[in-house]
């Protein structure tokens, strides 16, 4: 089993749709929680990070986190064709404090 | 958020020479920097781990005599890919943590084209 899964999608949207992006993990160690967007031939690029439990909102993008289910999400709201990218999640452990493990990512094409 | 740099962006080579890929942190100090390889429409995958003044972590199955990484300082890291073959072809993507160990910071990547 995976550290983490990610549905690789593809995704396709209308624009102006709520777009929710999801992982679950297996690890209950991991502590930290983060968002990349990753546009074609360009590195990864941090959209939201999150330590607990919960929501946190940036302008239209929303994480969440629930530790006691392992999953996480992402939500993007009034998806617009520029959100057009892969969004890969990843986590980090608290106490040994390296490694990254990350989602496969999700292909997410948002069409005018 | 913080930058990461890394260049080049681009390089194509010939068969049998070696490359070096550089990757610096730009406005915060990096403890620890990551070398990913990413083949097209999969995950980042893990390469080495390195900090700085000491060895890099090399993950399994990763030539540690093919691609040799250096981290000599806090803002710079070396990634040189030696006697490069066609199948190194691929896109490496370094990132950097800074000291307050959370989140990671990528560079642009380098596209390596091995001919």
């Known amino acids: 089993q995976k550290e983490v899964e990610q549905d690789p999608g593809p995704l396709s949207v209308p624009e102006g749709a709520i777009v929710s992006l999801n992982c679950t993990y297996s690890?209950?160690?991991?502590?930290?929680f983060m968002w990349y967007r990753q546009y074609s031939r360009k590195g990864p690029e941090l959209l939201m990070y999150?330590?607990?439990?919960g929501n946190k909102e940036d302008g239209r993008f929303t994480a969440q986190v629930d530790k006691s289910s392992k999953y996480i999400s992402l939500f993007i709201r009034d998806s617009q064709p520029s959100d057009s990218a892969t969004y890969l999640c990843?986590?980090?452990?608290?106490?040994?404090?390296?490694?990254?493990?990350f989602g496969t990512g999700t292909s997410l094409t948002v069409i005018p | 958020g913080a930058v990461v740099s890394q260049h080049p962006s681009r390089v194509i080579c010939k068969s049998g020479t070696s490359v070096k890929i550089e990757c610096r942190s730009l406005?915060?100090?990096?403890?620890?920097m990551f070398w990913y390889r990413q083949f097209p429409k999969q995950s980042l995958m893990l390469m080495a781990t390195?900090?700085?003044?000491?060895?890099?972590?090399?993950e399994q199955g990763v030539e540690k005599d093919k691609f040799l990484i250096n981290h000599a300082s806090l803002t710079l890291s070396t990634l040189t890919v030696t006697s490069a073959h066609p199948e190194d072809s691929s896109f490496y993507i370094c990132s950097a943590r800074d000291l307050s160990n959370t989140e990671a910071f990528f560079g642009q990547g380098t596209r390596l084209t091995v001919v």
């Open positions: 990843a986590m980090n452990p608290l106490d040994t404090g390296n490694q990254f493990y």
């Open positions: 690890n209950s160690a991991f502590q930290y």
């Open positions: 406005d915060f100090q990096a403890t620890t």
């Open positions: 999150t330590y607990s439990s």
């Open positions: 390195s900090n700085e003044g000491s060895k890099a972590t090399y």
